[in-house]
């Protein structure tokens, strides 16, 4: 069974980096046709994908996002990352890391719980 | 790609039948998946590939269309199943989400 868990600070001051790395416990982390995925969602509202890894460390963005955004896998570890830059109070939001499934349709079957992030000063 | 869902919420009792419909714009072929989000809690995956059920979901829950309308039935509304449910289109860069339907009593 997959297992992810997402930590970091939880509390970024405007301006700063975001950072937060997600634990992957169970499978494969390269191969297996799997990518990995951070999604976010701010209090009350929808969920938005942020990138998709590829095992080979290749990403891909969100257009939105994606001139602030940096994601990067370390398999031996067995985690891969998050970083946003320049964060402002838009940003705010709990910070989901998943699993897609790439030789699929990349839906994402295994989540981890989530994490808040807060920016304020 | 723009998705849609609606209603954005309604009410339900236990037993009831419940769809939920999501519009993409384009359309998507197949390509898109229903995930349940209990409060407080990760989303979880219920339907890939519009229609195909995912291991160890529940067989009350079921999801057809192609194209432009897919719904997402759940056959015989149980307690645990209030809830809000997103779809996501996975046939376009970026994928995206619909903004979300809330199932509740």
């Known amino acids: 069974q997959v297992q992810l868990q997402e930590s970091g600070p939880g509390l970024v001051k405007p301006s700063e980096t975001l950072s937060l790395t997600c634990s992957v416990s169970g499978g494969s982390m390269s191969g297996g046709g799997h990518h990995w995925t951070w999604i976010r969602q701010p209090a009350g509202k929808g969920l938005e994908w942020i990138g998709r890894?590829?095992?080979?460390?290749?990403?891909v963005y969100s257009p939105s996002l994606k001139r602030r955004v940096t994601m990067s896998v370390d398999t031996s570890k067995r985690q891969f990352s998050l970083e946003v830059r320049s964060v402002t109070a838009a940003d705010t939001a709990v910070y989901y890391c998943?699993?897609?499934?790439?030789?699929?349709?990349?839906?994402?079957?295994?989540w981890g719980q989530g994490t808040l992030v807060t920016v304020s000063s | 790609i723009q998705l849609t869902q609606s209603p954005s919420s309604l009410s339900a009792s236990v037993g009831d039948r419940v769809t939920v419909t999501c519009r993409a714009n384009?359309?998507?072929?197949?390509?898109l998946a229903w995930y349940q989000q209990e409060p407080g809690k990760a989303p979880k995956l219920l339907i890939f590939a519009a229609s195909t059920l995912q291991s160890g979901v529940p067989s009350r829950f079921s999801g057809s269309g192609s194209g432009t309308d897919f719904t997402l039935t759940i056959s015989s509304l149980q307690p645990e199943d209030f809830a809000t449910y997103y779809c996501?289109?996975?046939?376009?860069?970026?994928?995206?989400f619909g903004p979300g339907t809330k199932v509740d009593v």
């Open positions: 996501q289109q996975l046939d376009s860069y970026p994928p995206t």
């Open positions: 890894l590829y095992g080979s460390g290749n990403a």
């Open positions: 384009p359309g998507i072929s197949n390509s």
């Open positions: 998943g699993r897609e499934r790439g030789y699929s349709g990349y839906e994402v079957d295994f």
